[in-house]
Every structure is written in structure tokens, then in C-alpha cells.
């Protein structure tokens, strides 16, 4: 049995130590709410097949402030604290955290600070978390690490105990690759490492994903493809859970008598004014005062509803000790002010600020009675209070005005949606909103809360823990069966299968596979050994050789056209019988092809030492002389431009080594091996290959004796050093 380690920075408890007397009480903010209500659902992950939970993460309280006491009280409760000191306080979570990451990642790059002293901290406090959760977790437990804080936690306990299951979920967004570039490269490469050790990197939504992936490509060079990043021999899966609430119990709230109460209490004081709410976090990225200023206007452009309606706005404190939430918390008051003081009347106030934390039940109460939720962050992960808010009109009435930046606008597509900077779109939607008809309100809401109910907090736990398990099966295998050294006992077994067999198939690619890589293409011609290999092999009865090439057909015909053998000219495009003439396999468009020279030769001319090579169905530019870190920086530049270009286009690009080639959709020398596999129906086959290319003849044909030339993940079941390596095998098939 596995055990279920949770890892985040904050507890789901707040703990205050005032004068001796401790305080728990819940903690405010989306991630606690959301993994506590998963853990509730699940019985603590017992039905998921854990029967262990621990909780790893800070108590809220400096660690000079927790004592014996505090940690036992949670110890109790499953929780397990990691203690801050005061200056881990400062420079790692108002640091790092809340200075450098918050803002980096929602884009508001001006507000970001980096401080040497922040990382180091921060470097320093993941530290301290791994540890702790390396002293808990054994083999095969599940670790599912959270959010910004903990960033390089994954790559840590791959290195200190790479046998655990690790899933990182982030909470915020994911910046755009160039937002990102911001960060000092030695930081912004660590970061990226450190979630990579992990064997599910999760995200609310696929933007996030892409601007991850991007990122990952552009600054540590890896492939990535398909919600998959390849670093060496791991396979990282890449993907979107958005979060969500437990829909039954916000949408059953109306019915709990002391929060009926209080809506009765509400509705009487408020006496048929409308209600536009509102609750945050104090965060600048809440768009708090966009949202008091579209208020201000609408009141100033349709005095019409002046005494009608009031703006109940809550922002409950948090991370008072950065300086822009200071600075921020005294604007709204002053604004808050100036508006109710110019506009508001003896029996009216346009503005109701409430600054503290609200009990839950209070918060129920006006999720249920608000006509309005207004809710305009300038960037939010996911943003919960818009989906507690839906799911709680089981009246089926209120109307959700949403900023398009919320993560949770992906979702909710039924709410009246709105750009947080657009003022007059804004006060649009308030006049649109305030006056809906029950019908169009009941409408937009049923569908909402119909996406919520299925794509509810558990199901979010659930598919991350699923696809943990997954991804993590996948590292597992690929760890328990890695490639063999093509050794001289393994060279014998295969030779032997080789001697015992009544039809054969041999299947080599050339470069790299049968002579080695030359500086330019035209350089790497057969010699007289190979070629006498060749034929040798050819003659063998019941044996046919096959070269399996990315090169054109000119080429190979010129150089291997003579020997009684099967070629195969562009990854799969063309096909020569032995002593017979060439036959295409597909039909193809090649409408892409002028763009794309035109786009490799800007590169060429920028890059020095790099040239192309155009061949019937495909476009290759290759790097290898050129200087090695200029060349990957600009292969994966010209990647991301391809990228572009080519979208639904029928056309692939393939980052082989040293090249990066764009051939036309469809050809792959794996549909070619398997072709000739199913012709020839051989009972030996012999595949070998040095490039991600090879790789799919390698899965195309399981049965296969497969050998990968060089290093790096391969599906191949042996390896050699080099290209000798693979004579030396033939040669011994030969004798
Ligand atoms: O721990 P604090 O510094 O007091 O901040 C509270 C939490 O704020 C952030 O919440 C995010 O998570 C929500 C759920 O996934 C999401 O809806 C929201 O958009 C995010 O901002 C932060 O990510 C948490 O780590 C904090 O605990
Ligand atoms: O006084 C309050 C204010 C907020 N919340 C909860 O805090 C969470 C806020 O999450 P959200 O994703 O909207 O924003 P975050 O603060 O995580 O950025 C929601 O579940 C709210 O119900 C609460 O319980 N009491
Ligand atoms: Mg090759």
C-alpha cells in the first residue's frame, strides 16, 4: 500500500499564537479550500487506494512561534509542519515567492523584483521541504507537491529518492515564454529543471501548458511534443486539471439553517437593493480598483440605478508585508472613500468595504442573495469564488460577470465575460446584468453549474492522481527495461537467432548507423568495406538487407544503387527493390515547401556554419558545424518558428541530431520497416539506427533485434558506442 504525500506551502490551517493561546482556524485562498475538499471526498485518499495521508507544508506562524504545542496540535490532525524563521519569512515567501515569482507569473513584470539574496532562500526552503517529505515517503508513495513555492521540490527528491511517485500542480499561471525570459537564466533554467523531476507537471488550463512547453523548448533545448517533455532518459507528461469546488456543498448552502438565516437577515436589512458582490484576496492581480472605478462610472452613467443598487466589495488581507499590497490596500480605502463620499446619500452608500475575513457561512449567505458577482481579476490561475458562486444559486438566479483573464473563463463561457481594462465594457455588463430577465439569468446558470457538478473538485484530484500513476508506470518501465550494451556476448545471442532463422531482414539506416557523421552530407560516401559488407550480407541466402535512409533517392542510388539491396530515400517516402526502379509510397503536397526554405535560409544566414539540404518530400538544416550552443539556441528558435508556420499544414518537423528537418506529413521510415516486415515475413530482423527517425522503425517492428547507435532515450532494445560497433555485428553475421 502507497501513501499520499501532500506538499504545499501553506497548511489548509492558519495558526495564531496570541499571548500563549493558540488558534487554528481554516486558511484563506483557492488551494487549501480545493485540496481540502478533494481529501474530504476521497477519505483522505483511501478510496483512491492510499491508506496513508500526510500533509506537508508551513503552519502560518514564525518558528521562533511554533512550539511543541503548535506542532503536536497538527501533528493530530495529519499535518506535518515545515517551520519558516522570520528571515526564511522575509526572503523566501515575500521574497522569492511574493516578490519575484507572483508577479513574474501574472505578468506584471514591473512589480517584479530579483534579488540574489530571494533565490538563494528560496534554494534553501525547498531544500527544507524535500527533506522532510524524503524523511516520510518510501518507495512507490505518491507525491503531489503544489504550487510557485515549491518549484525545484520535484527535482530534489528525484535526486534523493528517485523511486517515489512525484505530480507537481501549479496554481498560477504559466507566463508566456517571453515573459519568463525576464528571469535571470541560471534561476529560470533550475526552475524549470526542478519541475521536470517530476513525472506529471499539471497546469489549470492548456494556455498554461503551451507557455510552458514553449519555454521548455526554447530554454533547456528538450523536445517536447504532445503533452510530453523528453529529457534524456525520462519522459515528463505534461497536462491541464482545472481546479474546481465541491459543487454539492455550495450548491446544498441555501438549505443550512444558519446560512437561511442569515440570507433572511441580509434581505431584510438590505431591503430590495440589488447587490453587486464581490470577495478577493487583497492582491493586486484581483483588479480590485479597475473594478471600483467601472462601479464609480456606472453609477456616474446611469444615475438611474443610484440608490437601487449597492457594491458589497470584501478583500480579505494577505501578504501584508510585500509592498504593493500595502500600498494597494490604501488606494481602495481612499477610493472606496472618495466614491462614497461624493455619490452616496444618508439612506445609501455606493460602496460597502468589508476588509477582514468573512465566516463561511456569511460568505454563503451572499453568494445566495447577490443579483450580481463581479468579478474582474487582471490575471487568476483559476479564480474558485466565480464557480462558489454558481454553484450556489440553486434559485437559479444571479448573474457572473467574468474577466476573460480568470483561468476559470475557459470554463464558465456562460458568464457575461469581460477585459478587466475595458471600463465602458464593464459598466455594459453591470446595466446587462442588473437588468436580465430570470429566464436568460436561470439559462446561463443551469449550464454553468452543470459543467461545475461534473468537473467538480474530485474529479480534479482524480484525473491528476490518475495521470500520475501513469506517467509514473511509464518512468518505471522504461527505468526496469533500459537498452542492453551491444556487448560480445549480446553480438553472439543475436548472431546465433541469426544462424537459427529461416528467412531474415536486415533494416540499417545509414548516417550515423553505417559510417559516421561527416561535417557536410555529400562527405559521408560508402567506403570499400561497407559496401563489400553490403554485398556479403546480400548473398547470404534467405537474407535481405534493407538501407533505410533519410537521404534523397539520387543519393543512395548513386552510391548503393549497384548492390542487390532494398533502399528506402527520404525517411520513407521512396522505395527500390533490389535490381528493380524506384516506387513512391504516398501521394504528397509539398505546398509548404518554398516557405519554409525561405524561413531556413534567414537562418542559414544568421548562423554560421549551418546549410540546407532540399530533397524531394522534405527540408533539412543541419547545424553541426556549427558552434554547439549556437546551434541548439537557433535550431530551437527556427523550431518555434516552424511551429508557427506549419500549423495545419500537412507537413511534420523533426528535430533529428544536429538537424532539423521538415518532411512531409505521413512519411516515416517506421510505416516503411513494417511494409517490408509484412512483405518479406521474415522470422529474424535486425533493425539499427542512431536518430529519433529510427526510433519509429524501432516500435514498428517489436519482434525486432533493435540497436540504437549512441546515447539518449531509445525504444531500441541494445545500444552501441558507434557506427564500428555495428559492423563489427555484421561482420560476425557474415562469418
Ligand atoms: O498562501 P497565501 O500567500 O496566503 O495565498 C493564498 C493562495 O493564493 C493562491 O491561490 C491560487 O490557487 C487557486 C486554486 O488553485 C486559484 O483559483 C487562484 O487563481 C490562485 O491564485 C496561491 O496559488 C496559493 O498557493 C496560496 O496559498
Ligand atoms: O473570507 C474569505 C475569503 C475567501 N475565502 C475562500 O478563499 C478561496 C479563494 O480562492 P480563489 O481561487 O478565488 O483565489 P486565491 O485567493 O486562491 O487567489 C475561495 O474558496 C473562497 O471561498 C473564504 O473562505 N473566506
Ligand atoms: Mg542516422
Known amino acids: 500500500m502507497a501513501k499520499l504525500v501532500i506538499v504545499s506551502n501553506r497548511l489548509p490551517v492558519a495558526v495564531s499564537v496570541r499571548g500563549g493561546s493558540v488558534e487554528i482556524r481554516e486558511a484563506v485562498g483557492g488551494l487549501a479550500t480545493a485540496i481540502k475538499s478533494f481529501l474530504a471526498a476521497t477519505e483522505s485518499g483511501k478510496t483512491l487506494g492510499f491508506d496513508e495521508l500526510v500533509w506537508v507544508g508551513w ?28 528571515e526564511e519569512f522575509q526572503l523566501f515567501y515575500e521574497g522569492f515567492c511574493n516578490s519575484t515569482l507572483w508577479p513574474l507569473f501574472h505578468s506584471f513584470t514591473v512589480y517584479t523584483v530579483f534579488e540574489a539574496k530571494f533565490w538563494e532562500s528560496y534554494l534553501q526552503v525547498n531544500h527544507k521541504y524535500a527533506e522532510a517529505v524524503s524523511a516520510v515517503a518510501r518507495p512507490g508513495d505518491f507525491v503531489w507537491v503544489h504550487d510557485y513555492h515549491l518549484m525545484l521540490v520535484p527535482g530534489m527528491l528525484r535526486e534523493q529518492a528517485p523511486e517515489l511517485a512525484v505530480g507537481f500542480f501549479l496554481h498560477i499561471p504559466f507566463p508566456p515564454a517571453e515573459v519568463y525570459q525576464l528571469m535571470p537564466p541560471p534561476w529560470r533554467t533550475a526552475l524549470l529543471d526542478g519541475l521536470l523531476g517530476a513525472d506529471l507537471v499539471g497546469f489549470h488550463i492548456h494556455e498554461y501548458v503551451n507557455n510552458f512547453l514553449r519555454s521548455v523548448s526554447k530554454f533547456l533545448g528538450y523536445r517536447t511534443e504532445a503533452g510530453m517533455v523528453y529529457a534524456g532518459r525520462r519522459k515528463i507528461r505534461v497536462g491541464a486539471f482545472p481546479i474546481s469546488i465541491d459543487f454539492d456543498f455550495f450548491h446544498n448552502s441555501s438549505e443550512v439553517p444558519e446560512v437561511e438565516r442569515q440570507i433572511e437577515e441580509l434581505r431584510q436589512r438590505l431591503r430590495g437593493l440589488k447587490i453587486v458582490f464581490s470577495i478577493d484576496r487583497l492582491d493586486y492581480t484581483k483588479g480590485v480598483i479597475n473594478r471600483i472605478h467601472a462601479w464609480e462610472r456606472f453609477l456616474k452613467e446611469r444615475p438611474g440605478w443610484r440608490g437601487r443598487a449597492t457594491f458589497i466589495l470584501v478583500v480579505v488581507p494577505s501578504r501584508t508585508g510585500v509592498p504593493q499590497y500595502e500600498a494597494m490596500k490604501r488606494e481602495i480605502e481612499r477610493e472606496v472613500g472618495r466614491i462614497n463620499g461624493e455619490l452616496g446619500e444618508v439612506d445609501w452608500v455606493p460602496i460597502v468595504y468589508i476588509s477582514r ?83 436568460e439569468q436561470c439559462r446561463r446558470i443551469k449550464s454553468m453549474q452543470e459543467r461545475i457538478r461534473q468537473h467538480n473538485v474530485v474529479k480534479w484530484g482524480v484525473d491528476f492522481i490518475h495521470a500520475l500513476a501513469l ?89 548503393l544503387g549497384d548492390l542487390n539491396i532494398y533502399l528506402v530515400a527520404e525517411h520513407g517516402a521512396f522505395i527500390k527493390e533490389p535490381g528493380g526502379g524506384w516506387t513512391q509510397l504516398f501521394p504528397f503536397d509539398l505546398s509548404w515547401k518554398p516557405a519554409v526554405r525561405k524561413l531556413m535560409e534567414d537562418f542559414t544566414a544568421l548562423t554560421p556554419g549551418t546549410y540546407i539540404e532540399e530533397k524531394e518530400v522534405s527540408v533539412a538544416w543541419h547545424y553541426r558545424n556549427a558552434e554547439a550552443e549556437v546551434g541548439e539556441a537557433a535550431a530551437n528558435r527556427l523550431v518555434e518558428a516552424l511551429s508557427g508556420l506549419l500549423a495545419g499544414t500537412p507537413a511534420n518537423i523533426l528535430r533529428g541530431v544536429k538537424v532539423v528537418e521538415v518532411r512531409a506529413a505521413g512519411v516515416s521510415k517506421g510505416a516503411a520497416a513494417k511494409l517490408l516486415y509484412e512483405k518479406l515475413a521474415p522470422d529474424f530482423v535486425l533493425i539499427a539506427g542512431d536518430d529519433y527517425t529510427d526510433e519509429e522503425m524501432f516500435k514498428s517492428v517489436p519482434a525486432a533485434f533493435s540497436v540504437k547507435v549512441g546515447r539518449g532515450e531509445t525504444a531500441a532494445k541494445f545500444m552501441a558506442p558507434s557506427y564500428r560497433k555495428v559492423r563489427e555485428l555484421l561482420r560476425r553475421l557474415i562469418s
Open 59 to 86: 503552519s502560518g506562524v514564525k518558528a521562533e512561534q511554533e512550539t511543541e504545542e503548535v506542532r503536536a496540535k497538527l501533528r493530530e490532525m495529519g499535518l506535518l509542519t515545515v517551520p519558516l524563521t522570520g
Open 357 to 439: 475575513y468573512i465566516p463561511t457561512t456569511t460568505l454563503l449567505a451572499l453568494y445566495n442573495i447577490a443579483d450580481v458577482a463581479l468579478i474582474t481579476p487582471l490575471k487568476d490561475g483559476m479564480n474558485l469564488v466565480a464557480k462558489e458562486y454558481v454553484a450556489s444559486r440553486r434559485d437559479c438566479r444571479g448573474v457572473l460577470i467574468l474577466s476573460e483573464t480568470a483561468g476559470a473563463a475557459h470554463e464558465l463561457v456562460q458568464a457575461l465575460v469581460v477585459n478587466p481594462n475595458d471600463e465602458s465594457g464593464i459598466v455594459n455588463a453591470i446595466e446587462r446584468a442588473l437588468s436580465m430577465d430570470p429566464e
Open 471 to 559: 506517467a509514473y508506470n511509464d518512468n518505471l518501465m522504461s527505468a526496469a527495461t533500459p537498452a542492453r550494451i551491444l556487448d560480445g556476448e549480446a553480438a553472439e545471442e543475436i548472431a546465433s537467432a541469426f544462424r537459427n532463422s529461416r528467412k531474415r531482414l536486415l533494416m540499417l539506416d545509414y548516417d550515423g548507423t553505417l559510417v559516421p557523421h561527416y561535417p557536410y552530407a555529400y562527405q559521408a560516401v560508402p567506403d570499400a568495406e561497407l559496401k563489400q559488407m553490403l554485398r556479403d550480407l546480400a548473398n547470404i541466402p534467405n537474407t535481405s538487407v534493407a538501407v533505410v535512409s533519410g537521404r534523397p533517392r539520387d543519393f543512395l542510388e548513386a552510391w
